[in-house]
């Protein structure tokens, strides 16, 4: 399973870093993580994610602001996230992908497994 951890009330304009902590199996070089997020009444959006080689993609919206990362030592995945936005609240999910390409999508959440509760992300004055 995923345990996803970082969540909180920020004001616009501040910071907050996600964690997503697998347990019960190694991310190794066989898988890509995804990070998706949920708004009320909204369809689950792909955020960011992170290859089995370090490479990265990200959704336009969060581009120059969010930071995808990854610790195998720690079998965790890390968001970063800077200079929110309200437009950012939501529930971040991590989602994971069997993978192997130096690439990863983030346009179909059906793409990838979510075995986590996510953590809720709410950005307002």
């Known amino acids: 399973q995923f345990v996803e951890s970082g969540g909180g009330l920020v004001q616009p304009g501040g910071s907050l870093r996600l964690s997503c902590t697998a347990s019960?199996?190694?991310?190794?070089?066989?898988?890509?993580i995804g990070w998706f997020r949920q708004a009320p009444g909204k369809e689950r959006e792909g955020v960011s994610c992170i290859s089995n080689s370090g490479g990265t993609n990200y959704v336009d919206s969060v581009k120059g602001r969010f930071t995808v990362s990854r610790d195998d030592a720690k079998n965790t995945v890390y968001l970063q996230m800077n200079s929110l936005k309200p437009e950012d609240t939501a529930v971040y999910y991590c989602g994971i992908k069997y993978w192997g390409e130096s690439w990863c999508p983030i346009k179909d959440s059906a793409e990838y497994l979510f075995w986590g509760q996510g953590t809720q992300v709410t950005v307002s004055s």
């Open positions: 019960g199996f190694t991310l190794d070089h066989h898988y890509a």
